[in-house]
């Protein structure tokens, strides 16, 4: 309350309220020290215990060797690292297969994912009736669960009841294609529900992209005979430079983060091939009791995916200048 | 945000309008058809849904997955969807209240600390949420929130998105309205209340219904902190019913569509602020 008053009192002489935005950071700005503080207060508490502690404690976890069941937590130092990077420690196979995986599905899915939401859009970028209906059924799929879409296509991909090969068999095609147990289907599956699943979310990023292109760069390309493919070369790429940095950035990410699919669709099967970093690192850490090894791989991953972005980056930088 | 846009090619002939719904619908079946399909088959006999080839329309109609997952102790899917609803409905507003409060201060206060303070939150957006599992795991576990209502509504609240999106917003404010509350002797909870929250409701909305999606969506999260069958969101729930009816598509589709008729209404329904903020965290972030 006490600052109400002395803000008052200030601006007792002050100008009328239209000429003093220049004035404004000097003082209706100095209010009570505390307050803004308060404020922070209910989301830092928040923040700081499962935000800030985790990363505290994923450090200090991982150079112990944590069992949920034993009582003394002995410190290892950088051992839980160490048979993640040593072929002969008990981890290290299925550690790098899990790698491997996710690799394999950030590598097939993370082109289609920037390529094919950009042709949709394009696409909607046009001006037509009922684009706006097209774009939310686009967009539709994005917004339903993992849960639900891995139950969904694993009936779809069903190899006998399963939707997709009776519609490939109705058109004469092969109809028995064992989509989730069978291997190179099982990731042409993963990646595609994937892409069928999140285009959408892409595509809607871009097109806020590419309302922020000028129609007058266009209209000079046009002036200037460009086609549509020079229109799109020249002009539309280098504008959304920015918009594709984002997606591609956020896209690996969301790639190398995968694992309802491949648990529910695929169930990690031929063998263990698509299980996932993500899937390994919580089995690992919950399953198998062992979480000082799984925050160690917690890490070792974190900062994959830092040198991923980061190159990302530096790319984009470059090609900028 | 929504002002129709000048198109990159013209709108071209009778023709070329042909063939660009030719491929709008062919999309749309795409997109559509697997939704449409859980939705048939939910309506399905068990027989009728073994049939091979299968048949579009439900022959008969049957209520059949419905009856079984409604009526099942083992498997309690409406205590699941309950529990979800309740979670994300909390989530939501603990998001809206926290990260309101914090961007608030962040974009309209001056204070010590509070570039340090705005960085080290912004920060955490680059870790993968997914590498702090297993201490968030033990965190929780010594709160001994594990299998309670807390574990799936607050953890996830500290959401560094929220105060980002919000700060964004906050700042494109004019200031005047703040500096005419203040001749009228508010104070800066009294302006935040009645000033910028009525304000800021296009970006309160936003970030209520993608906060409610995403809580209500989460899977890998509750799949391991929850555990009683009562306690279960839809989710892990939904894991849980593929495994107890194995090939029984009309029970496991009609769980699915349970699951997903909240979030497709709630689409619907703020189909553009969602569509906004999905954009609008794509390029201002």
Do not use: C
Request: charged letters at 10%; proline letters at 7%.
């Amino acid at each position: 309350m006490a600052d109400v008053i002395e803000v008052g009192a200030a601006r007792g002489d002050a100008p009328p309220p239209a000429a003093t935005a220049a004035r404004r950071g000097a003082s209706a700005r100095r209010t009570g020290r505390a307050t803004p503080y308060l404020f922070l207060a209910p989301y830092l508490v928040l923040f700081g215990v499962f935000g800030l502690l985790p990363i505290i404690l994923g450090l200090w976890l991982s150079v112990h060797q944590w069992d949920f069941q034993l009582p003394n937590r002995p410190f290892v130092g950088l051992d839980n690292y160490k048979e993640l990077f040593s072929s002969d420690s008990a981890v290290y196979g299925d550690w790098w297969e899990s790698i491997r995986a996710t690799a394999i599905f950030t590598v097939l899915s993370v082109p289609l994912l920037v390529v094919v939401p950009l042709g949709l859009a394009l696409l909607l970028n046009r001006s037509f009736p009922g684009r706006t209906f097209f774009r939310a059924i686009y967009f539709a799929p994005y917004v339903l669960g993992v849960a639900v879409i891995g139950l969904l296509w694993r009936f779809l991909l069903d190899a006998n009841l399963g939707l997709v090969n009776r519609l490939l068999g109705a058109v004469g095609l092969p109809s028995d294609t064992p989509w989730v147990t069978n291997m190179p289907w099982a990731w042409i599956s993963l990646v595609g529900v994937t892409v069928w699943w999140t285009s959408g979310f892409n595509a809607v990023i871009y097109l806020a992209g590419l309302q922020d292109i000028s129609p007058e760069l266009y209209e000079a390309a046009r002036m200037d005979g460009a086609s549509a493919w020079q229109r799109f070369r020249n002009v539309t790429l280098p504008g959304l430079r920015p918009v594709l940095l984002f997606v591609i950035t956020t896209t690996v990410l969301a790639s190398a983060n995968m694992f309802g699919q491949s648990f529910l669709i695929t169930q990690g099967t031929p063998g263990t091939e698509t299980r996932t970093v993500v899937w390994f690192i919580v089995e690992e850490g919950l399953r198998n009791n062992n979480a000082g090894r799984a925050a160690a791989m917690s890490i070792v991953f974190a900062l994959l995916l830092a040198v991923v972005s980061i190159a990302n980056f530096r790319l984009f930088r470059y090609r900028e200048d | 945000m929504t002002t129709p846009t000048p198109t990159a090619n013209g709108s071209g002939s009778g023709l070329r309008r042909v063939g660009l719904y030719a491929i709008l619908v062919a999309l749309t079946l795409v997109f559509l058809v697997p939704l449409v399909w859980m939705v048939i088959t939910s309506l399905k006999t068990y027989t009728a849904a073994q049939q091979i080839p299968p048949t579009w329309l439900p022959n008969p109609l049957s209520g059949y997955g419905y009856e079984q997952i409604l009526n099942n102790s083992a498997n309690p899917v409406l205590r699941w969807f309950l529990n979800s609803m309740v979670a994300a409905t909390l989530h939501s507003l603990l998001v809206l209240v926290t990260a309101s409060m914090a961007a608030y201060s962040l974009a309209r206060l001056r204070f010590r600390g509070r570039g340090v303070t705005f960085a080290l939150i912004v920060g955490t957006l680059f870790i993968p949420p997914t590498s702090l599992i297993i201490p968030n795991f033990l965190i929780v576990d010594q709160l001994n929130w594990i299998d309670t209502l807390a574990v799936v509504v607050v953890p996830g609240a500290a959401s560094a998105f929220g105060v980002f999106f919000l700060r964004q917003f906050f700042l494109s404010l004019p200031n005047e309205l703040e500096e005419a509350a203040t001749l009228d002797g508010a104070n800066q909870w009294q302006i935040f209340y009645k000033v910028v929250l009525p304000l800021s409701k296009p970006a309160l909305a936003t970030l209520a219904v993608l906060s409610f999606l995403t809580n209500w969506n989460d899977f890998l999260w509750p799949i391991f902190v929850l555990f009683s069958p009562e306690k279960l969101t839809l989710p892990p729930g939904l894991g849980l019913l593929q495994g107890s009816y194995v090939t029984d598509y009309p029970v496991i589709m009609a769980g699915a569509v349970l699951a997903s008729l909240p979030v497709l209404i709630l689409f619907v329904l703020a189909q553009r602020h969602i569509i906004q903020g999905v954009s609008r965290s794509g390029l201002k972030g």
